[in-house]
């Protein structure tokens, strides 16, 4: 089978019907049973989905698009309190929901890295499906995951080659701590952000070696920020004071970020067998993990670089 052709039924992984449904493919077209899945994620849940290619149809069409995208996140991760409906058209029904001001200040804030993330992709033609059969669990993944952690990425990266003008004009580059956290603010960041794109590209391809390496790769990602920003606490000797209360406030929202990290891997297992059925040669495997185990190496290192650097620059760039 050639690689553009859509494979036809579901891959055997998932065992409980949940699972299941989460891997039919999210189409009103080409003879999908788009029932079936409506009946499990609300009559609109086929409304925001992006065609497959470079593009999403136009910039101008992106605001209502991420809107729908925000309240269908918000409304899956909502789904266990006991007071939200199953069907997403009644989730503003619900009154401590409409009224909750926490919950629009996360749909706020989730929506922007959402358009941002959206737009990042758009530069590397990831802006719309990753195939026209894309189902639930990997429309989940590229929106709900990868958009929202690399639209804050690319900001994340912007604004060091704003510091790295900076200091380049102010004479502040060269042998010295803030060199060296620019350094490695650039490979944590560029590094995730790169990831992410092989790890679309992979799910777009339905290659099994590709989306396991890639899943692999996040989780090490995870893990080693981690244990730097447990690092980062102690060796910054933080006190439990007012003084410290925008270390303090600026950890805690580190923290946020690396469970959120984590908590994207445990989505992403679910797709670990999903594709075992694909073809991926020898040489394909080989062009898609290279590149990935040396973006991870090289993250590691320049983390490990901090362990051994007892600078605030350093620790601040890392954590």
Known sequence: RPSWVPRVGVPPMASSPESQALLEPLQTEGGGDTKAVEEEHGASAFQFQSSAGCCSGGWGTDWSWTAEA???MMHTFLLSCYCVPK??????DVQCVKWNPLYWVLWVLSYFCIITGKWTHELVCQGGKVRED???LEYEV???WIYMTDGPIMLSILLDFYNLIYYAQAGKLGNNNKTLA???SFFVNGGYLLGNIFFFNAMRNRKPTGVKCAISANFAFATVLSVALVLAFIERNIS?????ANIIASMFLR????LFILASCVVYFDLWGAYDNGVDDRLSSLSTCLPITLVTILTTVFII???MTDSSDVWDAVA
């Open 70 to 72: 925000t309240t269908d």
């Open 87 to 92: 069907d997403k058209s009644e989730l503003y």
């Open 134 to 136: 894309e189902t639930r």
């Open 142 to 144: 590229r929106v709900q």
């Open 182 to 184: 620019l350094i490695i």
């Open 240 to 244: 439990w004071s007012w003084s410290d």
């Open 255 to 258: 923290l946020l970020v690396v």
């Open 305 to 307: 670089l901090a362990f």
